[in-house]
Each structure stands twice: as structure tokens, then as C-alpha cells.
T-cell receptor
Framework: NAGVMQNPRHLVRRRGQEARLRCSPM?????VYWYRQLPEEGLKFMVY????????ESGMPKERFSAEFPKEGPSILRIQQVVRGDSAAYFC?????????FGPGTRLTVL | DQQVKQNSPSLSVQEGRISILNCDYT??????FLWYKKYPAEGPTFLIS?????DKNEDGRFTVFLNKSAKHLSLHIVPSQPGDSAVYFC??????????????FGKGTLLTVNP
């Protein structure tokens, strides 16, 4: 039973480029969450999605960031025109009814 | 405003002894608490959780205690093993403004278990 999958594990982008982070939830899970961890910080909630619906995006920056969880395929976190401050570890989690299980994360580095 | 606080950035214990990791919270709407363990370059791994209707939950070597009146919880690991060395995150979830799924994390405590 595969856990939460994220790819790529490491992503390097230059300022102004786009970053696309993918997350496949655990089998049977229909809830996906994205969190961001800055250096020396805890994880911060960004967005909660169910299939084809954004339930709560209160933690997402207002500009440049978007997320989707289509009917088919993985959830995508998209960051347009990346800046150095976007460098962080981005974790996806999925859940059934209760506990959230996390993927290994994508480490984004913006040069 | 840090709603979940882990005031000890690090903790060092001897193998076989008890490790006690502490966590304080400020939001009285939190009603479910979780502990995650994280190794470098990996995602957080769920360890144990507790609902606010309980004051203790035990799973093998791990026990979580909740003191609602003090808004404090602790994770006890006994006996501690070198493989327990990792960063431990306390997280809370609550029915606050309809958000009963969003996890609020502390900054973590680095536990080192010395052989």
C-alpha cells in the first residue's frame, strides 16, 4: 500500500520561472492538503482540496500560487514567477476521515 | 502569533531513559492533537494522537498526555532508542471557524538519543 507520493523530490528554478509540484494521495484518500516549511519553522497550512474542489485556500499567498486536484491525476501546486522567498520544503498530506499522512516533500530552491 | 509552541528546540537523553517532549497551545478551540516525527529530508511521520475528550493515549513506547486546563500536552517515549533521534512536531486541529481539518504545527523539538 503506497503512501503519499510527491514529485519531484528536489526542484531548482531561477527567479521568474514556474514551479509545478505534484502529489498523489494514499489509495482511498480523497482529501489533500499542502503545507510549506520554511527553514527553522514548523509546517504551515496552505490549502485543502477534495477532488475538483478547493475547500480552503486561506493559507495560500494571494498571488502567484494556485492548487488543483483534478478528477483524474495528482494534485498540483503551481507557483508562478518564483522568487527567492519561495525556497522551502513543500509537503503534501492526504487523509480519509481523520489523520493526515504526509509525503516526503518537494524541496524547492530558487536561484 | 504562535498558537502551538514547542519551547525546547532540542533535547538529549540516554538510551533506555525516558524522553519527554512538551507542547503548549493557546487556542481553546483546538480539540485534536497529534505528534509527528521527522527525519531529515523526509516527510513527517504520524506517531500518535489524542482527542480532547481524553487525557492519555498510549501506543507501545509512546504515550501522549493532555492537560486541557493548562493547554499543555506531552509525549513520553520510554525506553528511548537511538532510532528515535529525530525532530518531533506537535500539531493541533480544531473546530475553529469551520476549519476542523487544518493542522497548526509547533516549530519542533530535535530529540537526540545517545547510545
Amino acid at each position: 500500500n503506497a503512501g503519499v507520493m510527491q514529485n519531484p523530490r528536489h526542484l531548482v528554478r531561477r527567479r521568474g520561472q514556474e514551479a509545478r509540484l505534484r502529489c498523489s494521495p494514499m489509495k482511498g484518500h480523497s482529501h489533500v492538503y499542502w503545507y510549506r516549511q520554511l527553514p527553522e519553522e514548523g509546517l504551515k497550512f496552505m490549502v485543502y482540496l477534495q477532488k475538483e474542489n478547493i475547500i480552503d485556500e486561506s493559507g495560500m499567498p494571494k498571488e502567484r500560487f494556485s492548487a488543483e486536484f483534478p478528477k483524474e491525476g495528482p494534485s498540483i501546486l503551481r507557483i508562478q514567477q518564483v522568487v527567492r522567498g519561495d525556497s522551502a520544503a513543500y509537503f503534501c498530506a492526504s487523509s480519509g476521515v481523520d489523520t493526515q499522512y504526509f509525503g516526503p516533500g518537494t524541496r524547492l530552491t530558487v536561484l | 502569533d504562535q498558537q502551538v509552541k514547542q519551547n525546547s528546540p532540542s533535547l538529549s537523553v540516554q538510551e533506555g531513559r525516558i524522553s519527554i517532549l512538551n507542547c503548549d497551545y493557546t487556542n481553546s478551540m483546538f480539540d485534536y492533537f497529534l505528534w509527528y516525527k521527522k527525519y531529515p529530508a523526509e516527510g513527517p511521520t504520524f506517531l500518535i494522537s489524542i482527542s480532547s475528550i481524553k487525557d492519555k493515549n498510549e501506543d507501545g513506547r509512546f504515550t501522549v498526555f493532555l492537560n486541557k486546563s493548562a493547554k499543555h500536552l506531552s509525549l513520553h517515549i520510554v525506553p528511548s532508542q537511538p532510532g528515535d533521534s529525530a525532530v518531533y512536531f506537535c500539531a493541533a486541529r480544531g473546530n475553529s471557524g469551520g476549519s476542523n481539518y487544518k493542522l497548526t504545527f509547533g516549530k519542533g523539538t530535535l530529540l537526540t538519543v545517545n547510545p
